[in-house]
């Protein structure tokens, strides 16, 4: 796998004798901020269009945004991965807008970047193999960590937003239910649980099945986004396996309010029974909480309302646990209190996964989305793919403008490239 990243510093200039071509970034019917756009990319092809027969150079590529009259507004990150140039539009683009972009690129090195004491555009997102997790971070920040190891399922804890972790650790109430994760199957599924996390019979609890590590395919960092693919085991409670995964996330840190968590799982089909429900789960930290489990409710719901309560809302415009447990909404978003800020975490359904999917929730603090395993072999091919992606941001689903990021990626921005190649 190849991956190319923008050097940090540097101006149009720098593109004097190198090959470039524009690219148009179309916002279509929704209102964009901070998009991820991408597009299909061959720099050997455009090369050898071009009349150069010299090897494409990954590390030469340079992205700016450009204005009108083709002159540079400024650079932008962007990373090359599997064919595919990523970026970042950065800032507001109006439903119906456009912009326009120019991307360098030749056979050569990365041309040599003049120091211009300033940075454009925030440092990479790395992630580093620890032994038992993968720290994610930016900078100095630390962004998250991912804990695969010594554990019944993988899981992402912290999971930081703007003011602090967003999730919850491992804790003796509902201890199955921590951090971010994938989970297979449920206490009322019948089949394998790989939801709850108990070794002994106590049903319907257990026992519970596992999701074990065997390896990651492959560790990467860029200025756009960090990555890892990841093989995993699904194993029985008797440690039989019945089922493979093959697990790609990507974590983007766009700008310093938001973090974003794109989860793409390609499962063979489990030899199992039951309702085999594949869902990304998260436990979010216990101040975003509604109410406390732990206390006594005087009005039959499941613990008592907090004196500062967390915030449930859908995509539908519903408020609350009753208004979007079970639901099949597009997103489902759960904010609240985090340190001296208001933070939320948001799960996005992809509109091409397999068969309906569904929601749910809980005022405590746990919510889902998932949906079964498909039983048409027509259409499965042996292994179905799933993605989800989790959105974090500050303040709650209006001032984190969760329904705008949700558009970004169910209907991402159409990008154009032109038919000609030019050269500074």
Known sequence: MTTAMLSKEATMT?????????????????????????????GRQLLWHAGNDTPFHPLSLEVFEIDEDGQPVRQVPAQLDEGVLTWIAQGELAAGGRRRYRIGFDGQDAPAMQSLGKPVFRDRVIVTDLGKELLVSQNTTELGRYRYR????????????PHGSVV??????????????????????LGVNIWSEVGTVRPPLGPAGKMLHDTFEWIEYGWVYGQFRQRLTYVKPDGHPFARELRTVRFYAPTADIRIV???VRLE????????RVALACRVANSMRVRDQTQKSDDGMMGALREKPGRIENSAGGVGELASRGGAFNWLDFSGPVEEGWNGIALFDHPD???????????????????????DRTARSGAALFRYRAYIHAGDATQGRVAC???????????????????Q
Do not use: M
């Open 405 to 423: 990021a949700y558009e970004d990626y169910a209907h991402p921005c159409r990008v154009v490239l032109a038919t000609e190649i030019g050269q």
């Open 353 to 375: 996964n397999p068969g309906p999917g569904a929601f749910s929730c809980r005022e405590y603090g746990v919510f889902t989305v998932g949906r079964s395993y498909p039983t």
């Open 150 to 161: 010594d554990v019944w399922k993988p899981f992402f804890y912290p999971l930081n937003g």
């Open 14 to 42: 720098d593109l004097r004798g190198r090959y470039f071509v524009e690219a148009t970034v179309e916002a279509g019917p929704a209102n964009r901020a901070d998009a991820i756009v991408f597009t299909p990319f061959d």
């Open 269 to 276: 089909e489990p030899a199992d029974t039951g309702q085999r």
């Open 168 to 189: 919850r650790g491992i804790e003796s109430e509902h201890p199955h239910q921590h951090g971010l994760y994938l989970s297979y199957g449920g206490e009322d599924c």
């Open 262 to 264: 794109d989860w793409t």
